[in-house]
T-cell receptor
Framework: QQKVQQSPESLSVPEGGMASLNCTSS?????YFWWYRQHSGEGPKALM?????GDKKEGRFTAHLNKASLHVSLHIRDSQPSDSALYFC????????????FGSGTRLLVSP | EAAVTQSPRSKVAVTGGKVTLSCHQT?????MYWYRQDTGHGLRLIHY???????EKGDIPDGYKASRPSQENFSLILELASLSQTAVYFC????????????FGSGTRLTVL
């Protein structure tokens, strides 16, 4: 059983729409969370990190963390075709990159 | 911006053959990692290193060896390649322990026939 589970597996939204991605962890010790984005043929690239409960906003992207419910989400406002990619949720129990656990990803398609 | 370069970009190998994947980083990062990506499994850690001439096992090390001859270079070695090792492999680097971000290369697509 994966410790970090993402939903949905795939998501399709129209250009200009809102995309909402979810991530639930099964380990209450996770303290640090990231969202990574991977475009086709490229390596993953960090999109946002969130370490405290609440919302963190960066441009069109908003991450929300609720450690009590072990849930983190990513909301993309005004989605663009260039946002079409594979999105990974990642979590860590502490410092050290080798402790990071990745979810299996959500594939987002934004249609013009 | 951080730079991690992998070579080759793709490789076809025969079962039982030896495969070496190379990674070079110019970030001056201490930590380097090798991940494997398979559909439905996300990214899984194979080996990592936090200092030259030393490597550590990750979550799925069986069938893989790693080598870190310098801070900048990190290799993944498959001594006897098997069909199950067909996957996309990513190298990454990060700064010393902290809530650090991982910087990934563009990946190597390995096909074992």
């Amino acid at each position: 059983q994966q410790k970090v589970q993402q939903s949905p597996e795939s998501l399709s939204v129209p250009e200009g729409g809102m995309a909402s991605l979810n991530c639930t962890s099964s380990d209450r010790n996770f303290q640090y969370f990231w969202w990574y984005r991977q475009h086709s043929g490229e390596g993953p690239k960090a999109l946002m990190s969130i370490f405290s409960d609440g919302d963190k906003k960066e441009g069109r992207f908003t991450a929300h963390l609720n450690k009590a419910s072990l849930h983190v989400s990513l909301h993309i406002r005004d989605s663009q075709p260039s946002d079409s990619a594979l999105y990974f949720c990642a979590a860590s129990v502490g410092t050290g990159g080798y402790k990071v656990v990745f979810g299996s990803g959500t594939r987002l398609l934004v249609s013009p | 911006e951080a730079a991690v370069t992998q070579s080759p970009r793709s490789k076809v190998a025969v079962t039982g053959g030896k495969v070496t994947l190379s990674c070079h980083q110019t970030n001056n990062h201490d930590y380097m990692y090798w991940y494997r990506q398979d559909t439905g499994h996300g990214l899984r850690l194979i080996h990592y290193s936090y200092v030259a001439d030393s490597t550590e096992k990750g979550d799925i090390p069986d069938g893989y060896k790693a080598s870190r001859p310098s801070q900048e270079n990190f290799s993944l070695i498959l001594e006897l390649a098997s069909l199950s090792q067909t996957a996309v492999y990513f190298c990454a680097s990060s700064a010393p322990p902290g809530a650090e971000t991982l910087y990934f290369g563009s990946g190597t697509r390995l096909t074992v026939l």
